[in-house]
């Protein structure tokens, strides 16, 4: 008996020791408040193309659900706040919703979270009322299926939930939320689900530019802040809102409770006040945003601790209302065409290797030799069918068919769609296994194009490229008020 117990509590340790040293994820939300998408398929071999292993969507769309079976990507799917209603009401009418709507496509299409109601500070108070029940209610179905283990059910806010941000240390609940904030986390402790919060420094800095500074907001300040409280020292908005949410649960005494990220982003355009809604900025807020995830660095709060965030949004969504920097938050336009560089992996990697050049400052894109046949291949059929590569040079007979091998053949492609797409680091991406050299990868027949140039091989190749709703609420600015963290100036502390 003591060995069995001390053989479950060695088991039980470990796999408390693999949850606390998990690595942070990094995700993407896709909408489809937008004319002229892609089809699901394509936005899914996108996705796949950049090695984007998780994503949220709004609602549990059919054709969007088939669209991500068996990819492997792992998926957070949403009920409205207008369906919160029949969810709340009656079991029966969650029992059919996962029947109908889940179970057919489950575990083909690899579903992981529920996100029941969204940004509920933003809603009536009879619609935050549903929420809590709703929850509930989906839990019962799950269990009655036996997933509530696989699929976790939460529900996503805004900072708005928060009366007090600043200092990170003083972060308070608005006692105004507690009617349904409460046994929410009442409901996430006991099942062990995460409080999904949605964070936008970019409306903290345009809505209080006098107290917040863009450096600050886009990781790249010089300076750190100081929390007067507990001396912890913070060097971006992003750490000082979450650890504003970690202190407020703390406060509670919900300590146990993890926080994910649900939304965050930066705005590539804006309205003529909206200055800092750039493509240079978001694709600087987005790269240290991954960077500084996936390194595990924490919060000063909670050093070291992972924190899975989805980047907002896959596409820019023209139909949404507002400023128009609501329109543009997405990485991508319909056509998929990126809209700024950015690197899923966080690494950056460029070939940069010695060896013959051309003497300028061209560079090609290759197929990375340390990457796996399977990514390979998947790249290479996304080159050249949604990528809308011309591949005839890497057919039979064709000056570059051989060598007869996948590198040989993704390396061409690769470079084709990255001189097509201004030779940009994203163009070259492929998921991590596409990486940039200034070497002419050229041989014999086969040329290799740059950009501005022209592709010359052999005459018998064809080498002209051709071309072939729910969504995500709209975010309110109206919230920033609660969650500036607005550090006075005197607090800033040089490095």
């Known amino acids: 008996m003591t060995r069995e117990f001390s053989i479950i509590f060695a088991a039980s340790l470990l796999l408390m020791l693999l949850g606390i040293c998990r690595a942070s994820r990094v995700g993407v939300c896709y909408g489809r408040n937008a004319d002229d998408l892609p089809t699901p398929e394509k936005a899914v071999q996108l996705i796949q193309m ?6 949220r969507i709004y609602d549990s769309n059919i054709q969007v ?11 957070m799917i949403g009920i409205p706040n207008s369906d919160l209603l029949p969810f709340a009401q009656f079991q029966s009418n969650a029992n059919t919703w996962l029947k109908n709507s889940i179970l057919p496509y489950y575990p083909a299409t690899k579903i992981t979270y529920i996100t029941v109601g969204a940004e509920l500070t933003e809603a009536p108070n009879s619609t935050s009322a549903l929420v809590v029940p709703a929850m509930q209610n989906v839990l019962t179905a799950l269990k009655k299926a036996g997933l509530h283990k696989r699929i976790k059910v939460s529900s996503t806010h805004s900072l708005g939930i928060l009366s007090r941000s600043f200092p990170p240390s003083a972060g308070a609940f608005n006692s105004s939320h507690a009617f349904f904030l409460k046994p929410m986390l009442e409901f996430l402790a006991e099942n062990q689900s995460p409080f999904m919060i949605d964070v936008y420094p970019y409306y903290a800095y345009r809505d209080s530019s006098t107290n917040v500074s863009l450096d600050y907001a886009l990781f790249e300040a010089s ?3 100081i929390d007067p409280n507990t001396g912890l020292l913070y060097t971006n908005m992003f750490d000082a809102q ?10 509670l005494n919900f300590k146990t409770i993890n926080i994910m990220v649900t939304e965050t982003g930066w705005p590539s ?5 909206e200055t800092a809604a750039t493509p240079d900025n978001a694709q ?3 790269t240290n945003l991954i960077r500084h995830v996936i390194n595990n660095t924490g919060t000063p709060a909670k050093p070291g601790g992972a924190v899975d965030v989805y ?7 023209n139909r949404k209302p507002g400023l128009e920097s609501e329109r543009n938050w997405g990485l991508f336009f319909p056509d998929q065409t990126s ?16 060896g013959n050049t051309t003497g300028s400052n061209a560079t090609w894109c290759i197929a990375s030799p340390s990457a796996s046949e399977l990514d390979l291949q998947n790249a290479l059929s996304w080159a050249c069918g949604s990528g809308n590569v011309d591949c005839s040079a890497i057919q039979p007979s064709q000056p570059c068919f051989e060598p007869d091998n996948l590198a040989s053949h993704a390396s061409y492609a690769f470079n084709s769609y990255y001189q097509q797409n201004g030779a940009t680091d994203i163009a070259c991406s492929f998921g991590g296994v596409g990486v940039r050299t200034n070497k002419n990868p050229s041989y014999d027949n086969c040329l290799y194009a740059t950009t501005g140039g022209k592709k010359a091989i052999a005459s018998n190749a064809t080498a002209s490229p051709t071309k072939s709703s729910s969504s995500s609420p709209r975010r309110s600015s109206g919230w920033t008020q609660h969650l500036l963290v607005a550090f006075p100036l005197f607090l800033l502390v040089p490095f």
Do not use: R
């Not at 950049?50 to 994503?55: E, L, Q």
């Not at 659900?65 to 998926?75: M, P, S, V």
């Not at 979450?242 to 406060?251: C, Q, T, V």
């Open 50 to 55: 950049h090695n984007i292993k998780y994503v």
């Open 65 to 75: 659900l088939k669209a991500f079976a068996n990819t492997g990507i792992e998926l």
């Open 223 to 225: 300076s750190e802040v």
């Open 242 to 251: 979450l650890d504003a949410i970690n202190y407020a649960l703390m406060a």
């Open 269 to 273: 355009k804006g309205s003529p006040k």
């Open 284 to 286: 600087t807020y987005n």
């Open 311 to 317: 980047v907002f949004s896959l596409f820019n969504e």
């Open 339 to 354: 809209v700024y560089n950015l690197d899923f992996t966080g690494k950056g990697v460029v070939d940069m290797t010695g």
